[in-house]
């Protein structure tokens, strides 16, 4: 699923320097606010602290699925929250690692897949978003990643995330090629969208520079990698969430934040654990 991200993984930061994360956590924060339990790091003493402090920070634990580099990750760690990155690129962590080592922070990253991640107690909130969820091809992939966040969403906590549309893949972007020519790398973009399985591809050729602290070294060497997203609709992203047993609770788009459109070409959506019993003594 994410043999993709190997090359890639060391330019990912520069290429994607269009997306303001801030804005982005803003957003996330806004949906936990709003709809979830967890909270920013709170000092518990005494007697509280006896009682619940196990709880609670399974409470607050925010997890980032498909976390990549953990620029997000460490933004909300910044914030306050005590913050999971797990993703199943290595080269990716790597980045992520580097990041938290120069913030000083004590994030923890597990390589994992998503599908079939394991942790040692629930968390409050499940994040997902830069349409990791639409690398899943299948609908029984879908259902497993939803069924396994169920299984480790403590009780009434949420899942934020977000997917690309068919509508992004088939009207817009499909059968287009993207280029970005900068001084330390470049890239060619090639789409290929498949009507019938809706699934797009992206051969993506990298061209990185050799010794990018050397502006006198103009050696480049190439790259090549595959990615494919497959193109799904609200409503049944929704399904497949409600097929896992998770409480539908809001969509957006994640443009605008404002309502879901025919034209929509990235959805933000927060649904919810339902069923499991709140422990005594936490609110």
């Not at 049944?236 to 309502?259: H, K, N, Q, Y």
């Not at 990235?266 to 339902?274: A, G, P, S």
Request: with cysteine; aromatic share 10%.
């Amino acid at each position: 699923m994410y043999e993709s991200y190997r090359s890639f993984a060391s330019v990912y930061d520069e290429f994607m320097d269009g997306t303001d994360y801030q804005l982005v956590a803003d957003n996330i924060q806004d949906m936990i606010t709003r709809y979830g339990v967890s909270k920013p790091s709170q000092k518990r003493t005494g007697a509280s602290e006896a009682r619940d402090v196990l709880l609670a920070a399974e409470k607050n634990l925010v997890v980032d699925l498909a976390c990549g580099t953990g620029k997000l990750t460490e933004i909300l760690a910044d914030r306050g929250y005590d913050v999971m990155g797990i993703d199943l690129s290595e080269e990716m962590l790597g980045m992520a690692l580097e990041r938290r080592d120069k913030l000083r922070h004590r994030t923890l990253y597990l390589c994992q897949d998503m599908r079939e991640f394991e942790l040692y107690g629930t968390a409050g909130t499940f994040i997902s978003v830069g349409d990791s969820i639409n690398y899943l091809l299948t609908d029984e992939d879908m259902v497993k990643l939803f069924t396994r966040v169920n299984t480790f969403l403590f009780p009434r906590g949420i899942f934020v995330f977000d997917f690309k549309t068919l509508h992004l893949y088939r009207d817009v972007i499909g059968d287009r090629t993207i280029a970005e020519d900068r001084e330390d790398c470049s890239f060619i973009w090639d789409n290929w969208f498949d009507v019938e399985t809706r699934i797009n591809e992206y051969d993506l050729s990298l061209f990185i520079k050799e010794n990018r602290e050397d502006e006198s070294d103009n050696l480049f060497r190439k790259y090549q990698e595959i990615h494919r997203q497959r193109g799904y609709t609200l409503d049944e992203i929704r399904s497949f969430a409600e097929r896992a047993g998770l409480t539908w609770v809001a969509e957006m788009d994640s443009e605008t934040m404002g309502p879901v459109r025919e034209d929509s070409e990235k959805i933000l959506c927060v649904v919810r654990e339902n069923g499991k019993k709140l422990p005594r003594g936490i609110v």
